[in-house]
């Protein structure tokens, strides 16, 4: 088994961490936030005082930051100086391609193996470990990561070199947002017409249309109970993500653009707390049925 720093111990990183502990493996992590760490030793993992102190000696190193700015503080502020040289470098985060390529590039100047692996199933997948994990980088590397992810994911696959987990992260994003908001039309739609919307989601669920967004909040969100497994806030950073990559690409993704502006709009509507769910009062809001 192999002694891992893990770096980012939040709502997704906390029990990631967890089980690669119960996995076998020694793992030290660090986050700004003592309950993250707190979590991680109870576990039985151990806690370091900063980044350097993690990640020191360590032969796979891990982070699971929130935005592309703090992956940079933490890599180019410490991480880069304190692994190894021929350590492994799998960062979780979900970030811009070019952020992810940037990192790869400087890793490797300094000896390092680097994968971008974004990952996809919220705090529930997280826990269960059933997380599906998206990977940029050298098929060998990819290979010499398998043992973390098959202890935190169900589903991981090598989709192409440094970055390109990324997009596919942008990609995923771009769907569950947009099967938010038609699961959101859905609903104002059935309960407009009076409709029972509850028995009318079990039967879609069922069908053609079913999603593990309906099979998982079609309960919650018919109960307007948006406690967050991913928020609003971050489904926003993920979008911008997704119309800047469209860009890069040079492909238009006309659905993306106005999934991207509701999921501001909610934001800006002061829900950037709740769970992306949270759509459903944006399209009520639309309709004029807001309660």
Same mark, same amino acid.
């Given at each position: 088994?192999?002694? $891992?720093?893990?770096?980012?111990?939040?709502?997704? =990183?906390?029990?990631?961490? &967890?089980?690669?502990?119960?996995?076998?493996?020694?793992?030290?992590?660090?986050?700004?936030?003592?309950?993250?760490?707190?979590?991680?030793?109870?576990? =039985?993992?151990?806690?370091? #005082?900063?980044? &350097?102190?993690?990640?020191?000696?360590?032969?796979?190193?891990?982070?699971?930051?929130?935005?592309?700015?703090?992956?940079?503080?933490?890599?180019?502020?410490?991480?880069?100086?304190?692994?190894?040289? #021929?350590?492994?470098?799998?960062?979780?985060?979900?970030?811009?391609?070019?952020?992810?390529?940037?990192?790869?590039?400087?890793?490797?100047?300094?000896?390092?193996?680097?994968?971008?692996?974004?990952?996809? =199933?919220?705090?529930?997948?997280?826990?269960?470990?059933?997380?599906?994990?998206?990977? #940029?980088?050298?098929?060998?590397?990819?290979?010499?990561?398998?043992?973390?992810?098959? &202890?935190?994911?169900?589903?991981?696959?090598?989709?192409?070199?440094?970055?390109?987990?990324?997009?596919?992260?942008?990609?995923?994003?771009?769907?569950?947002?947009?099967?938010?908001?038609?699961?959101?039309?859905?609903?104002?739609?059935?309960?407009?017409? #009076?409709?029972?919307?509850?028995? =009318?989601?079990?039967?879609?669920?069922?069908?053609?249309?079913?999603?593990? $967004?309906?099979? /998982?909040?079609?309960?919650?969100?018919? &109960?307007?109970?948006?406690?967050?497994?991913?928020?609003?806030?971050?489904?926003?950073?993920?979008?911008?993500?997704?119309?800047?990559?469209?860009?890069?690409?040079?492909?238009?993704?006309?659905?993306?653009?106005?999934?991207?502006?509701?999921?501001?709009?909610?934001?800006?509507?002061?829900?950037?707390?709740?769970?992306?769910?949270?759509? /459903?009062?944006?399209?009520?809001?639309?309709?004029?049925?807001?309660?």
């Amino acid at each position: 088994m192999s002694k $891992i720093a893990f770096i980012g111990l939040g709502i997704m =990183g906390a029990p990631m961490a &967890a089980h690669l502990v119960r996995a076998g493996h020694e793992v030290t992590g660090y986050d700004v936030a003592p309950k993250g760490l707190d979590a991680l030793v109870a576990a =039985g993992g151990s806690a370091a #005082g900063d980044v &350097a102190g993690a990640v020191a000696g360590a032969e796979i190193v891990i982070t699971m930051l929130p935005q592309d700015e703090h992956v940079e503080e933490v890599v180019f502020g410490g991480l880069l100086d304190a692994a190894g040289p #021929g350590a492994l470098y799998i960062d979780f985060s979900t970030i811009r391609p070019e952020t992810s390529i940037r990192v790869a590039e400087a890793g490797r100047e300094r000896g390092l193996r680097v994968l971008d692996a974004p990952v996809s =199933g919220g705090e529930k997948g997280a826990v269960d470990a059933v997380l599906s994990i998206m990977v #940029g980088g050298a098929e060998a590397d990819f290979e010499a990561a398998r043992p973390v992810f098959a &202890a935190v994911g169900k589903t991981f696959e090598r989709v192409g070199g440094n970055g390109a987990g990324q997009y596919v992260k942008a990609a995923n994003q771009l769907i569950v947002g947009g099967t938010y908001g038609l699961v959101a039309e859905a609903i104002v739609l059935m309960e407009a017409a #009076g409709v029972d919307a509850g028995a =009318g989601l079990d039967v879609i669920a069922g069908g053609l249309a079913a999603s593990r $967004i309906l099979e /998982l909040k079609r309960g919650s969100m018919l &109960a307007r109970r948006f406690e967050p497994g991913f928020r609003i806030d971050l489904h926003h950073k993920d979008m911008g993500i997704a119309t800047a990559a469209a860009r890069t690409a040079g492909v238009s993704l006309p659905l993306t653009g106005m999934v991207a502006q509701l999921v501001a709009a909610a934001r800006a509507q002061g829900h950037g707390a709740l769970d992306h769910s949270a759509l /459903l009062k944006v399209v009520e809001d639309l309709s004029g049925r807001a309660s």
